[in-house]
């Protein structure tokens, strides 16, 4: 059995002739490979196929452009490179000014030192400056230095902790191609943990082993109790006031345990939660109980439920399974009102491909639920499936469109015996603009009561006027029904200012709801996904 290929370029001499006459090195070499490039891939294709090597295969000649070139260092590992001349900020044409070209060599060696080459650095660089042709040549040289892989870890600053809770919040597996990415979204992931007031996570880019290089993690502890409250107002439910309290370290083991309460004008509710820090399989486990009272659109709920979640921990790729029971009563004015009960368990998915988690600028995001009522502990039986899709699209350097859609469906013949927290209605600030919060759905008495089936699509267009704000023009449509019969779309648009905030994007929007014929004036702060 041969050794697995060196990472790197591997450039293999063929025979001309005689297929026979290849080295069993050369052979060796072309079966283990991830990747043969060849100016002639028919003629490579026959010797490929006298040797027996399943190896994918691309065309590289003379004739290949910038784009192969680009996609060829990638594919050898130094992405890192390829992201410098993709993302080179001083490109042919443009102006000359000796503050840019810091500013270009400054990004250019974060890019490459964030990469596997850790101990990156400026050899040489120079503009030499043509002032009666007005020309800047530019040139600089980067020494990658070896290539680093993370080791192991040494924590500092924990006196109440124990070593492995800082170490359950890592995904990253020692001999892993180092990337300061993939540190940093460890680092953001202890400081929202609530253990911890700062966290610092670095490698030494001078140790003589950058093939196992210690990651050092020093951290600052929080202090585990905390009471919170405030008052504000929204669009959606008005005036509202909260209070919470939260010990981060009950047991002395690190559960966590939040007690929430918020007194709004037309929500109220009470919470307790326990959270267990992350197991050594990377899940979190969170136990809760709460009831809550509505009264929206004419329909008062009273729900009371507790459960569990289980969830894995990373963002990009995050899995939940959860289970909840519901006890649940309806009372729409000027109709009977109704109760039901419901075990129900869900598993959800999410993907996350965003340049920034809090405000994205671009990628995507899109999440999948699918649950159902556990038969004999439930009302009734039923299935429910959700989805979720959004997406940043940048345009131009100012300007970018936004998209959003979202559907569900509750598998069942009726929404009689299924709690309302399980059925849909859609309006407001975060869904469809236009309309009043939860304000679209179905008619029952004289209540909008939530439906089995709903659907929301947006689009939103902004311009950037410098880098904290800007303008921005959109479109909604949505609905929630009881039949697909009933379907129809309430379209809602307008106009409205953009601000960039430390807590993601504050939106401040006219907006007309079409089929109500009224102009809202709606606010709201943060990601609506």
Same mark, same amino acid.
Request: proline share 4%; with cysteine.
């Given at each position: 059995?041969?050794?697995?290929?060196?990472?790197?370029?591997?450039?293999?001499?063929?025979?001309?002739?005689?297929?026979?006459?290849?080295?069993?090195?050369?052979?060796?070499?072309?079966?283990?490979?991830?990747?043969?490039?060849?100016?002639?891939?028919?003629?490579?294709?026959?010797?490929?196929?006298?040797?027996?090597?399943?190896?994918?295969?691309?065309?590289?000649?003379?004739?290949?452009?910038?784009?192969?070139?680009?996609?060829?260092?990638?594919?050898?590992?130094?992405?890192?490179?390829?992201?410098?001349?993709?993302?080179?900020?001083?490109?042919?044409?443009?102006?000359?000014?000796?503050?840019?070209?810091?500013?270009?060599?400054?990004?250019?060696?974060?890019?490459?030192?964030?990469?596997?080459?850790?101990?990156?650095?400026?050899?040489?660089?120079?503009?030499?400056?043509?002032?009666?042709?007005?020309?800047?040549?530019?040139?600089?040289?980067?020494?990658?230095?070896?290539?680093?892989?993370?080791?192991?870890?040494?924590?500092?600053?924990?006196?109440?902790?124990?070593?492995?809770?800082?170490?359950?919040?890592?995904?990253?597996?020692?001999?892993?191609?180092?990337?300061?990415?993939?540190?940093?979204?460890?680092?953001?992931?202890?400081?929202?943990?609530?253990?911890?007031?700062?966290?610092?996570?670095?490698?030494?880019?001078?140790?003589?082993?950058?093939?196992?290089?210690?990651?050092?993690?020093?951290?600052?502890?929080?202090?585990?109790?905390?009471?919170?409250?405030?008052?504000?107002?929204?669009?959606?439910?008005?005036?509202?006031?909260?209070?919470?309290?939260?010990?981060?370290?009950?047991?002395?083991?690190?559960?966590?345990?939040?007690?929430?309460?918020?007194?709004?004008?037309?929500?109220?509710?009470?919470?307790?939660?326990?959270?267990?820090?992350?197991?050594?399989?990377?899940?979190?486990?969170?136990?809760?109980?709460?009831?809550?009272?509505?009264?929206?659109?004419?329909?008062?709920?009273?729900?009371?439920?507790?459960?569990?979640?289980?969830?894995?921990?990373?963002?990009?790729?995050?899995?939940?399974?959860?289970?909840?029971?519901?006890?649940?009563?309806?009372?729409?004015?000027?109709?009977?009102?109704?109760?039901?009960?419901?075990?129900?368990?869900?598993?959800?998915?999410?993907?996350?491909? @965003? $340049?920034?988690?809090? !405000?994205?600028?671009?990628?995507?995001? /899109?999440? *999948?639920?699918? &649950?159902? #009522? %556990?038969?004999?502990?439930?009302?009734?039986?039923?299935?429910?499936?959700?989805?979720?899709?959004?997406?940043?699209?940048?345009?131009?350097?100012?300007?970018?469109?936004?998209?959003?859609?979202?559907?569900?469906?509750?598998?069942?013949?009726?929404?009689?015996?299924?709690?309302?927290?399980?059925?849909?209605?859609?309006?407001?600030?975060?869904?469809?603009?236009?309309?009043?919060?939860?304000?679209?759905?179905?008619?029952?008495?004289?209540?909008?009561?939530?439906?089995?089936?709903?659907?929301?699509?947006?689009?939103?267009?902004?311009?950037?006027?410098?880098?904290?704000?800007?303008?921005?023009?959109? @479109? $909604?449509?949505?609905? !929630?029904?009881?039949?697909?019969?009933? /379907?129809? *779309?309430?379209? &809602?648009? #307008? %106009?409205?200012?953009?601000?960039?905030?430390?807590?993601?994007?504050?939106?401040?929007?006219?907006?007309?709801?079409?089929?109500?014929?009224?102009?809202?004036?709606?606010?709201?702060?943060?990601?609506?996904?």
């Amino acid at each position: 059995m041969t050794d697995a290929l060196a990472p790197g370029l591997h450039v293999v001499a063929t025979p001309i002739g005689n297929l026979g006459d290849i080295s069993v090195r050369a052979a060796d070499t072309l079966r283990n490979a991830d990747r043969i490039l060849a100016e002639d891939t028919r003629v490579t294709g026959k010797l490929l196929a006298h040797i027996g090597a399943k190896v994918p295969m691309s065309r590289f000649d003379d004739h290949a452009g910038e784009h192969d070139r680009n996609a060829i260092v990638a594919c050898l590992g130094t992405e890192a490179i390829a992201s410098i001349r993709r993302d080179w900020t001083l490109p042919e044409g443009a102006q000359f000014r000796q503050q840019a070209w810091s500013l270009a060599k400054e990004r250019a060696l974060n890019t490459l030192s964030g990469s596997p080459y850790a101990a990156a650095r400026i050899v040489r660089s120079e503009a030499a400056i043509d002032p009666d042709a007005a020309t800047a040549d530019l040139y600089i040289e980067l020494a990658s230095g070896p290539e680093f892989r993370f080791g192991m870890f040494e924590i500092t600053g924990l006196s109440r902790y124990d070593a492995s809770l800082v170490r359950n919040f890592s995904l990253i597996e020692p001999g892993t191609p180092y990337s300061d990415v993939v540190l940093n979204r460890y680092v953001r992931r202890l400081n929202a943990s609530g253990y911890f007031a700062s966290v610092q996570a670095k490698i030494d880019p001078e140790t003589t082993h950058p093939e196992d290089a210690t990651v050092n993690i020093a951290v600052i502890e929080a202090r585990p109790k905390r009471f919170e409250g405030g008052v504000g107002y929204s669009t959606d439910v008005k005036w509202r006031t909260n209070a919470s309290y939260r010990d981060v370290d009950l047991d002395g083991h690190g559960t966590q345990f939040l007690a929430d309460a918020r007194l709004e004008s037309r929500i109220q509710s009470g919470s307790v939660k326990f959270q267990r820090p992350p197991t050594d399989f990377h899940w979190i486990a969170t136990y809760y109980a709460g009831a809550e009272r509505t009264d929206i659109e004419s329909l008062v709920t009273r729900t009371a439920a507790f459960g569990t979640r289980w969830n894995s921990i990373d963002e990009r790729d995050e899995r939940a399974i959860s289970a909840t029971y519901f006890i649940d009563a309806q009372q729409p004015e000027g109709a009977a009102r109704t109760t039901a009960n419901a075990l129900y368990a869900e598993y959800e998915w999410h993907w996350r491909r @965003v $340049d920034d988690l809090l !405000a994205p600028t671009k990628g995507y995001m /899109a999440a *999948l639920f699918a &649950g159902a #009522g %556990v038969p004999g502990v439930s009302t009734r039986t039923f299935g429910r499936l959700r989805g979720q899709y959004a997406a940043w699209i940048p345009l131009t350097k100012d300007s970018e469109i936004n998209l959003r859609a979202e559907a569900g469906a509750v598998l069942a013949g009726s929404r009689d015996g299924i709690p309302s927290k399980l059925l849909f209605r859609t309006g407001g600030s975060t869904t469809v603009r236009g309309y009043d919060f939860e304000s679209l759905g179905v008619r029952v008495g004289d209540a909008i009561v939530p439906g089995r089936y709903y659907a929301v699509a947006s689009v939103d267009a902004i311009r950037w006027i410098d880098s904290f704000w800007g303008i921005g023009v959109f @479109v $909604d449509a949505g609905n !929630a029904v009881d039949s697909l019969s009933d /379907a129809h *779309l309430a379209v &809602g648009y #307008g %106009v409205g200012a953009r601000v960039r905030t430390p807590l993601g994007p504050f939106r401040l929007d006219v907006a007309y709801g079409h089929e109500v014929r009224q102009v809202r004036v709606q606010f709201s702060v943060g990601l609506t996904f």
